[in-house]
């Protein structure tokens, strides 16, 4: 490559280089630095330690909220995926192709609705006056109101809507890129319908599964709007603690070193899911 190329590819490259160090990298260098100072009274003391990360472990309210959050994200991406991919795959084996773009148009209508009416619309519904409640009492199966509202099942439920179309999305842009003569071949050698569904659709649809999968991990964990107005803080998740800190305690270090933790934990479960379809791909 001569030089002139080489300047050609820098200038080419430059502007996205200089546009992600300035909102990027940047921006969690000042956080990771914030991390290793302190709040002592009112005052931040710019001494680099690791007394927030040492908080962190000992005290077990910051603990529980991680654990609070990875609960709740493990439970709604397996639920996610587990309602995605029977819908993914109706639109993708039962829809008439010419129908096909209606109807993810009809799949992917919740997401043109802000998030935080979503949210509040779950509010409504699970509430002791909303919709659940008076169909049990209508129908006699209870004598009270029931109230699902201020619960993590409510947080669960409000996840579930939102990326179980997010997953349907990765997983029938898999599936229909699955030639039809695969599982074809299965059937002339013998497999059933389960055999092929679990040795050669479900293999090679993984990298759609995975993809989603860690997208809704990635967007539940760090979630502060939905757990905020469903889960009525009844239970504090990592990024509510986060915020606590910023607004009730104006602790910028121990907020800093909180999200450096919960970045921590998406960058693993990146590198998990980066190693298993690598060897999945082997």
Avoid at 106 to 117: E, G, K, R
Avoid at 187 to 193: I, V, Y
């Amino acid at each position: 490559m001569t030089a002139g190329s080489r300047l050609r590819a820098w200038g080419f490259v430059a502007p996205a280089a200089l546009w992600t160090a300035a909102f990027f990298l940047l921006p969690l260098a000042v956080m990771a630095l914030y991390s290793l100072w302190r709040r002592v009274g009112m005052t931040l003391v710019a001494e680099p330690g690791l007394a927030n990360y040492l908080a962190f472990v000992e005290k077990s309210f910051f603990l529980e909220s991680l654990l609070n959050s990875l609960e709740v994200t493990l439970t709604v991406t397996i639920l996610s995926i587990l309602f995605a991919y029977p819908l993914a795959w109706i639109l993708a084996e039962k829809v008439p192709e010419r129908f096909q773009r209606l109807a993810l148009l009809a799949a992917v209508l919740p997401f043109w609705t802000s998030y935080v009416v979503r949210s509040y619309s779950w509010l409504l519904v699970l509430s002791e006056g909303g919709v659940i409640s008076t169909f049990l009492l209508d129908v006699g199966l209870t004598q009270e109101a029931v109230s699902l509202a201020n619960s993590r099942t409510a947080t669960v439920i409000g996840f579930v809507h939102f990326f179980v179309m997010l997953l349907t999305l990765t997983i029938y842009a898999n599936l229909v890129q699955l030639p039809k003569s695969y599982a074809k071949a299965a059937q002339d050698l013998g497999a059933g319908p389960v055999a092929t569904f679990v040795h050669v659709v479900l293999p090679l649809t993984l990298p759609g599964i995975m993809v989603g999968a860690f997208l809704t991990f990635v967007l539940c964990i760090g979630d502060y709007i939905t757990p905020q107005i469903l889960g009525g803080a009844q239970e504090l998740l990592l990024p509510q603690t986060i915020m606590l800190q910023i607004q009730r305690r104006s602790d910028f270090p121990m907020a800093s070193a909180l999200a450096m933790i919960l970045m921590a934990v998406v960058t693993l479960a990146y590198v998990a899911c980066a190693r298993w379809l690598k060897l999945d791909r082997a």
